[in-house]
């Protein structure tokens, strides 16, 4: 059964700096876009970023572009978001998630497997 367990998720202040990491267990990673989407309370689910297979396409949501960065390690099967200068609407938890689509897709319909989250709590 696929696996993908997202850690590294706290409290940081604003403006400061946090980097989420992605483990992906039991899945042929490579052909899969791997995103990231988050859930703040009392909010729909939205996506944040993705990076395609081979790590040659990325995008954001508009509201963390320039302040996240997404990449990937194939060989480790890990995925990672380094947020920086992070705002308290940053709050919310994160999801990391595997498309087959692996030249990159936003949409979270289009994402056969989730991991369980983790919270991200950014304090002002």
């Known amino acids: 059964q696929v696996e993908l367990v997202e850690s590294g998720g706290g409290l940081v202040q604003a403006g400061g700096s946090l980097r989420l990491s992605c483990t992906a267990s039991?899945?042929?990673?490579?052909?899969?876009?791997m995103g990231w989407f988050r859930r703040a309370p009392g909010k729909e689910r939205e996506f944040v970023a993705f990076?395609?297979?081979?790590?040659?396409?990325?995008a954001y949501a508009d509201s963390v572009k320039d302040r996240f960065t997404t990449s990937r390690d194939n060989a480790k099967n890990m995925l990672y978001l380094q947020m920086n200068s992070p705002q308290p609407e940053d709050t919310a938890v994160y999801y990391c998630?595997?498309?087959?689509?692996?030249?990159?897709?936003?949409?979270?319909?289009?994402?056969?497997?989730w991991g369980r989250g983790t919270q991200v709590t950014v304090s002002s």
């Open positions: 998630a595997a498309s087959p689509i692996s030249t990159g897709t936003t949409q979270a319909e289009t994402y056969d497997y």
């Open positions: 990076v395609s297979w081979m790590g040659r396409n990325t």
């Open positions: 039991r899945l042929t990673f490579k052909p899969y876009t």
